[in-house]
């Protein structure tokens, strides 16, 4: 695995991997994806195969910026409103593909939508401009385990599957986008990096969250994901022989946030996972308020806990 910095002329030759068919992880605000041509259907399959990733769960497109993704989707004034005020930034809108789309099938895994973004990270930015071609992007860690929101979170779980990583230092909101459809109406799939609260202040109307369902609609909807190794003990105490992850004042291992900031929290969240779960002991983690982006920490510690 070859290493990049985030100097123009190393981001260059790994826009040039990924156009040429290359597996390249890099850092987003969110977390690390890890990149290939959605345009390249085997390029696309090989992303499964280096996670490890059931065929049958899509993945996010990325694009540098909103004119690319209408060449592939189909925009209604609603979504251009939620491209206009989020964009860039961790929002994934899930849209109708056009029908001469050429997104490689392995992306949509069968459906007749296309999940897509632009993230809001220079690095991403710089990287999908140089490219200049749609970038499937999982997280970039084998699947169903802690997503990465470092360098070295990729390294330790993907090092040798893959041909690069661009060292973005660490991601700022450090949770996974949120997914949102429109049709029939808006519907949260996966809580995330935007609140409901923020996207029914925009949208004029209510949002609802996706119940559990076995029809995968979009990525992060398996019952069990963002797992460690360990067992995870959810609104819990601490017993003997247990890690403890913390929110608030009080003693912990770890503490997501000890003012008790859900912003904080979140940023924390996984990069606290990967540490405990170095530990190797069961992890208990404290109650976690199920509000604002509170409700994307929970979803994953649910996720973790399956």
Sequence with gaps: MREFSTSPADLAQAAA????????????ETVYGLGANACDDQAVKNIYAAKGR?????????FANAAAVARYV????????MMDIFWPGALTLVLPLKPDAQIAPSVTAGLSTLAVRVPNHPVAQE????????????????SGRISPTTAA????????????????GSCAVGLESTILTLDPSPTILRPGGVTR??????????????????HIQAPGQLASHYAPSVAV???????????????????CDINLSASADLAEAAENLFAAL??????GKPIAVAPVPDTGIGRAINDRLRRAAA
Excluded at 127 to 142: E, G, K, R, V
Excluded at 197 to 214: H, I, M, P, R, Y
């Design 74 to 81: 189909q925009v209604t004034a609603q979504a251009q409103r």
């Design 274 to 279: 990967h540490a405990l779960d170095r530990l």
């Design 17 to 28: 991997m990924l156009r040429g068919g290359g597996l390249i992880a890099f850092p987003t």
């Design 127 to 142: 990287l999908l401009a140089l490219a200049d071609t749609p970038i499937a992007a999982p997280s970039a860690n084998p």
């Design 197 to 214: 609260s923020e996207l029914e202040a925009v949208l004029g109307c209510d949002v609802s969250f996706a119940g559990q369902t076995d």
């Design 233 to 251: 003990r959810l609104n819990a105490t601490p017993l003997s022989g247990e890690s403890f992850l913390g929110f608030g004042p009080g003693p």
């Design 153 to 168: 979170h990729v390294r330790n779980g993907l090092a040798g599957n893959i041909d690069g990583l661009v060292n973005g």
């Design 54 to 62: 059931p065929s049958f769960n899509p993945l996010i497109a990325h």
